[in-house]
């Protein structure tokens, strides 16, 4: 039976791969971004999935204006690097697993999450920047093929309303109970992606809220269920317009179960106009009830 | 079902005008933006960036956008495309196209240059401290 053992999340920011692409990462400035990476590119290697399920946004690439999901599941086999204006990323194309994709969207979707099937998209630093900064080279290059297999699941936070971080929390539940239903004996990892703090337009960019974000992460582990009941409006005022992005992390929260371990946590302001946050939480088995 | 936000669509929308220097994505400015940022979209094709900055009038009349929203590209006017209904993501591909970074971009939104900008965030960024509300003034 394939279960979720770990959940992780990663700002996904696009300089982070243009650092990548050009060679840059030794830089003074960067250093200590990367170096926030080691324990758990030692880690994951360690304690390989066989599939990530990437929750990431879709920042205008495969989806324009025409359409617009809220929740969408790429079932493809493969997903090529999207050009983003700059060429597409150098990276090697990400290996899908469309039959555990196929299953996690007909299983959501009898379990009233009506999920959008993809089955051919291309895919932007969004979910690139979190492969490269988890399963880059020890040099932080990426790597020449990636080593396991990745579902994207593309959350809408750029048209208003984004869904609910209760509505996120809700289909990360659906997610585990789909992912448990699958027969193969899979080690499956959930990550949520985005955020934390910031803001990219108008006079108020470059908004950085460094106590609002350490409470977050505290409370992925202390007080999830706070986190569940944020309205959006609070993460607009405190984080910035796009600090809106933390409610894709409330999926994999949500997909965790009652019980996380945190096991590391990397937290460093500026990363271009971020707050970079990243966290590895290991899921524990729910504690068994002793039979009378 | 726990209560998590209005539910009202009304409600909803007026608490974003509340926020200082900040224009959220809603529905009227998507539509308003539309075309604005299909034109951004097309920049992700190599040929269409040549042709772009080979002749930038050119290749924005062949798009359904206001005069208001063509000079703003001109101008490379952020904050007026914003205003036009752009989106920054959209936009994202139109200064790409330009070489530019997106701290620079966004930056250029401040009325700050570019180094203050870049200081302000090496100190750790705007404090949210004044910009949370117009109303409150928090």
């Known amino acids: ?292 | 079902m726990t209560k998590t936000m209005p539910r009202d669509v009304h409600a909803y929308l007026a608490e974003f005008e509340d926020i200082p220097g900040t224009r959220v994505f809603t529905a009227n400015r998507a539509r308003k933006g539309y075309h604005l940022n299909q034109f951004a979209m097309s920049l992700m094709k190599a040929e269409n960036r040549e042709r772009f900055l080979a002749d930038e009038r050119t290749y924005l009349d062949e798009w359904p956008m206001t005069e208001e929203a063509k000079q703003a590209v001109l101008k490379r006017d952020y904050n007026a495309m914003i205003d036009e209904g752009g989106n920054i993501y959209f936009l994202s591909k139109l200064f790409s196209t330009d070489r530019q970074s997106f701290q620079d971009a966004a930056g250029s939104m401040t009325g700050m240059t570019k180094d203050e900008y870049a200081a302000m965030m090496i100190a750790g960024g705007r404090s949210p401290e004044g910009v949370r509300s117009k109303k409150e003034g928090k």
């Not at chain 1, 025409?66 to 204006?85: H, L, N, R, S």
Request: proline share 8%.
């Open chain 1, 1 to 292: 039976m394939a279960r979720i053992t770990h959940g992780l999340t990663t700002s996904h920011i696009p300089a982070i791969a243009a650092m990548i692409d050009q060679g840059r990462t030794g830089e003074d400035y960067w250093k200590p971004i990367f170096a926030g990476y080691d324990w758990t590119k030692q880690y994951v290697a360690a304690n390989m999935p066989d599939v990530v399920i990437l929750v990431y946004n879709d920042h205008a690439s495969a989806f324009d204006m025409k359409v617009i999901p809220t929740f969408a599941i790429g079932c493809a086999d493969e997903f090529q690097p999207a050009d983003e204006g700059w060429g597409p990323r150098p990276v090697p194309p990400v290996p899908g697993h469309s039959d555990l994709a196929w299953h996690i969207a007909q299983s959501c979707i009898l379990d009233e999450f009506d999920i959008t099937i993809i089955n051919e998209m291309d895919v932007d630093h969004g979910l690139t920047v979190p492969l490269d900064v988890v399963f880059g080279n020890k040099d932080n290059s990426t790597p020449a093929k990636w080593p396991t297999r990745v579902i994207p699941i593309a959350v809408n936070v750029v048209t208003y309303p984004p869904p609910s971080g209760n509505r996120c929390w809700m289909l990360g539940e659906a997610i585990a109970r789909a992912v448990e239903s699958y027969p193969e004996d899979l080690n499956v990892h959930i990550w949520g992606t985005g955020g934390m703090s910031h803001q990219l337009q108008g006079p108020r960019a470059g908004l950085i809220n460094k106590e609002w974000d350490k409470r977050f992460l505290d409370d992925l582990t202390r007080d999830p269920q706070r986190l569940r009941h944020l309205p959006h409006i609070e993460y607009l005022r405190e984080t910035g317009s796009e600090g809106i992005e933390m409610v894709m992390w409330l999926i994999m929260r949500g997909a965790l179960g009652e019980n996380v371990t945190e096991l590391h946590r990397h937290y460093h302001v500026p990363c271009s106009n971020t707050a970079l946050g990243h966290i590895v939480l290991k899921k524990e088995e729910d504690e068994l009830v002793p039979a009378e």
